[in-house]
């Protein structure tokens, strides 16, 4: 050692962040894929953000309680959240499916991140499917883009509309900020739903296509995941301010 | 691109420590006991028995299984949990911004509740 000592400045560096190797030790698509998820994680905390600064605003709200009160197919009124309870289990489960395919993937095993796949699409599509007879529901009621029960009713006629919806103060403000920023946010998200299917079903095709065999790694399966899971997380986010609070 | 292969490979070596198939089914149960307590709340606690009302402490009881759900997802499900500490931390602190974001929405949200009520160009009926 004392007769090889070098001086503090001739040392090589050898720190994660002194050159010749990948410091966070990721790939670069994957990165990249973290920031786009960052930047929109940010638009939708605006948008509930946004939602709940009306909520707070307004004397008076709507009661979801009253609003998602149906269970399509088997019961009209009285069974508040049961049904978008059955949409969240999906989402969670098609998550897990997601992770199982990742999984899979490190493993190589083509077979499994096929089935995966396949359970992780028809999951995202059953949850589609959810918010499409949601939004016919609501669109029935009356409540649309701009739009609420009331619209369009003068007089005694529009508390009367929105009387079934609230169970404090009425008013016609509040009904129409909540029909607005319902049908945008979770119009935003089944947007990103069905966005994630479409990526999910590329993912898969080449997979079948034998693409990230011949390339050695399954890592685009897990950037597509990432997104995937995203989507999961934003939805736990919409449940809990728009059906539980 | 051959940084990207020898990134690739070494990925596979060992990076997800802790979320083997095991991992994955105990974080799923996890997420769906914290759902059903929600729900538990919700329906059982709200609704039907009315031992809590409907108002500020089951929403932040809410809020705070939310934010636990959301950790697990994030942490277990997208891996941030195993990624390098810078990592996460350049992913994590632009939140902070978000933070201030409430903070200044829900102070506008108050001044407005007190203003517009009063406000006869706003009748709120």
């Known amino acids: 050692m004392s007769t090889t000592t070098v001086s503090q400045l001739d040392k090589v560096k050898d720190g994660p962040w002194s050159g010749g190797k990948s410091p966070w030790n990721l ?13 929109d994680a940010f638009t939708f905390s605006a948008f509930l953000i946004y939602y709940g600064a009306q909520k707070f605003a307004q004397p008076t709200w709507i009661d979801a ?44 095993r083509k077979d499994e991140v096929v089935k995966w796949m396949l359970w992780t699409i028809l999951g995202g599509l059953a949850f589609v ?33 929105l009387a079934p919806y609230f169970t404090k103060d009425i008013s016609y403000t509040a009904a129409l900020q909540f029909s607005n920023l319902f049908f945008t946010i979770t119009g935003f998200h089944g947007f990103h739903v069905s966005i994630g299917i479409l990526l999910n079903i590329i993912i898969l095709s080449m997979t ?38 | 691109m051959s940084n990207h292969e020898n990134i690739a490979t070494t ?15 105990r974080v799923f149960f996890i997420l769906l006991a ?7 709340i919700a329906l059982g606690f709200v609704h039907h028995w009315g031992i809590l009302q409907k108002g500020i402490f089951v929403n932040v009881i809410y809020i705070a299984l939310t934010l636990v759900k959301a950790f697990y997802i994030i942490a277990y499900f997208m891996h941030l949990k195993f990624e390098k500490s810078g990592f996460i931390v350049c992913v994590s602190i632009g939140f902070i911004f978000i933070v201030y974001f409430i903070v200044l929405m829900l102070i506008e949200g108050d001044y407005l509740l007190y203003h ?3 406000h006869p160009l706003f009748p709120n009926n």
């Open chain 1, 208 to 245: 079948l296509n034998n693409t990230f065999e011949r390339r050695g790694t399954y890592l685009m399966v897990e950037k597509v995941g990432l997104y995937w899971h995203f989507v999961d997380l934003v939805w736990v986010f919409v449940f809990t301010f728009f059906y539980l609070i």
């Open chain 1, 27 to 39: 790939e670069y698509g994957k990165i990249m894929m973290w920031f786009f998820l960052v930047s």
């Open chain 1, 129 to 161: 499917g959810c918010q499409a007879i949601e939004w016919t529901h609501l669109h029935h009621q009356g409540f649309w883009f701009g739009r609420n029960p009331a619209t369009g009713l003068e007089g005694d006629a529009v508390a009367q509309a």
């Open chain 2, 34 to 40: 914290l759902t059903a307590l929600e729900f538990l």
């Open chain 2, 116 to 118: 517009l009520q009063s």
């Open chain 1, 65 to 108: 309680d009253k609003v998602f009160q149906s269970i399509p197919g088997i019961a009209e009124s009285g069974q508040p959240l049961v049904f978008v309870g059955i949409m969240t289990f999906i989402l969670i489960m098609s998550s897990v499916t997601m992770v199982l395919a990742v999984d899979a993937g490190h493993r190589n």
């Open chain 2, 11 to 25: 990925h596979d070596h060992h990076d997800h420590g802790g979320m083997d198939k095991k991992g994955i089914w």
